[in-house]
């Protein structure tokens, strides 16, 4: 069955590095998604992404957020100068359609800790 | 806007018993309603989804979910719990901005 995979898992850094979350969406699916998850907290909705371009942000997606495909497959979130706030389970979903009753598929989430 | 609550922050439960998870929302109209499960060092998996049509939705791992309207609920049960069933469960609402707006979350505990 195909699914979303993350890279890293895990990502350590010091506050005020760039990082760059790493995602690999369903192969024929057009809309990618972030949500973060700080934690004990609420799975929240970051960005969405369409077509090249982003379709939709949240408050939280400040300047300091940029996403990215870069080519045919991946599909990334940047952090440009990391805050300790920005500790988090990071998600990556895809969904094949823009429908509300499309499924969005969540891939395994890559935390990240701020140091 | 939308919002989803779920009352019960952590519930326990023993093995083989029945199952209730809470869930409420406000939303205008009807939403697109899911539920999730986030196994430990997992990521979020579909259980079920509720649409449109019949308001009693089936779900993998012997899941169910009844939508009604006039209570704007939208509660998942399970009627024997197994022990894998230990995860935290999170209620989401997609209402006309097709982003995935979910509740706190409730971690369920399987005791033997």
């Known amino acids: 069955e195909p699914e979303v995979t993350q890279t890293p898992s895990h990502q350590v850094t010091q506050m005020g590095q760039e990082v760059i979350l790493r995602c690999v969406p369903i192969s024929n699916h057009l809309y990618f998604y972030w949500y973060r998850q700080i934690l004990g907290q609420k799975v929240e909705f970051l960005v969405s992404f369409y077509n090249n371009e982003i379709s939709e942000k949240s408050e939280i997606f400040d300047d300091q957020f940029s996403v990215e495909r870069p080519d045919g497959s991946n599909f990334t979130l940047k952090i440009r100068s990391t805050k300790l706030e920005d500790s988090a389970m990071y998600f990556c979903?895809?969904?094949?359609?823009?429908?509300?009753?499309?499924?969005?598929?969540f891939g395994p989430g890559t935390r990240l800790t701020v140091l | 806007a939308q919002s989803v609550t779920q009352p019960d922050i952590h519930i326990t439960v023993s093995e083989g018993a029945s199952l209730e998870l809470r869930c409420n929302y406000s939303y205008g109209a009807t939403p697109y309603l899911f539920w999730y499960v986030q196994s430990p060092g997992q990521g979020l998996q579909l259980l079920l989804k509720y649409f449109s049509g019949d308001t009693l939705v089936q779900g993998i791992k012997g899941f169910e979910a009844e939508f009604k309207r006039s209570q704007s609920s939208f509660n998942l049960r399970k009627p024997s719990v197994h022990w894998s069933d230990a995860a935290e469960y999170f209620c989401?609402?997609?209402?006309?901005?097709?982003?995935?707006?979910f509740g706190a979350g409730t971690t369920v505990t399987v005791r033997a």
């Open positions: 989401a609402v997609v209402a006309n901005d097709y982003k995935l707006s």
């Open positions: 979903a895809s969904s094949e359609d823009r429908l509300g009753s499309d499924t969005q598929y």
